[in-house]
């Protein structure tokens, strides 16, 4: 309990600016780890299929486009994950430094459709408007892109 004075309030702001402090901080190691964990998961994939390639004088050419096309495909994960960390990163410094313009949404999902298009093919998954192919944003077309790529990530 702290006093009924100026100085009592000043301790109570203290300790919760404090307990802030360390919510904050738990958060960012809990961030830290998954990024972590996130990120290794395609690296080794991808360190797995070349390894199994070099590693394979009998392999035939089919069988290695493929183990490269899985090791792209893994490649790109990679990307976006790095992507998506700088975005967080970007939103955490200061949300005032994103550029806003006019974001004409099926361009950005067919940028996205041709990013994911060989995971979008192995797991038989057809992106389908179903809105306007005029619809247009007033947004960052950064921060749009990820939450829609997340959004069709979700479905490989």
């Known amino acids: 309990t702290f006093s009924n004075d100026e100085f009592g309030e000043i301790c109570k702001r203290v300790i ?9 901080k738990l958060y960012k190691q809990q961030l830290s780890q998954n ?5 290794k998961t395609p690296i080794t994939a991808i360190r797995a299929y070349l390894e199994t390639i070099l590693n394979s004088a009998e392999m035939d050419r089919e069988m290695i486009l493929k183990f490269v096309d899985k090791a792209y495909s893994q490649s790109l994960r990679l990307s976006s994950l790095i ?3 700088s975005t967080l990163n970007k939103l955490d410094e200061r ?17 996205i459709r041709d990013e ?15 809105f306007s192919t005029n619809l247009r944003l007033n947004g960052c077309y950064t921060l749009i892109y990820s939450l829609f790529k997340k959004f069709t990530k979700k479905y490989l």
């Open 116 to 130: 994911l298009d060989s995971p979008l093919r192995q797991n038989n998954v057809t992106l389908k408007y179903l």
């Open 16 to 24: 919760d600016t404090f307990d802030q402090f360390e919510k904050t």
């Open 35 to 39: 990024v972590s964990h996130e990120l």
């Open 95 to 111: 949300s005032d430094t994103f550029q806003n313009e006019e974001v004409i949404i099926s361009k950005c999902i067919n940028a």
């Open 83 to 85: 992507l998506d960390v």
